[in-house]
């Protein structure tokens, strides 16, 4: 869960709202369904991805629809994506840390690798190109090369 939510920069509803069709463990893809009016998009997953997903998907002995399960076997909610990731930050030291905050990591790390700014807007979803720029103008790879002929 947390890994998708970094490498897709997923809200928690988004996760939360992700369901087994939206997989395509064959192509490789991630459909995408974007929530506050974003634009939805269908993504590619990298290896370590299709692996955590197969793994996961073979213990499921259920047919219920959604992508994530809560311990008690229903729909994953805001609140448990919330705990675990709390829970997660208080194990490995880190303070205080929430959900929203492996959007922002994926929104700067594929900014400061140089993503072009259209595709990282595309990627994260976003309508207005101004949100998306908020991750471009923190990073600094940007002004790299500015004086090279």
Known sequence: MLLLMYRHGL???ELTGARRADIDL??????????????????????????????????????????????Q?????????NYLIQQAGVRAS????HPHMLRHTCGHVLANKGTDTRLLQDWLGHRDIRHTAWYTRTSSKRFEGVWQD
């Open 11 to 13: 809200r928690v509803s």
């Open 26 to 71: 064959d192509a490789g893809r991630i459909w995408v369904k974007r929530n506050k009016d974003g634009l939805s998009t269908n993504q590619p997953l990298q290896g370590d991805e299709l692996r955590a997903l197969r793994a996961y998907l073979r213990m499921r002995k259920d047919y219920l629809p959604w992508l994530f399960l809560s311990s």
């Open 73 to 81: 076997g229903g729909q994953m909610t805001r609140q448990n994506v």
């Open 94 to 97: 880190l303070g205080h840390v």
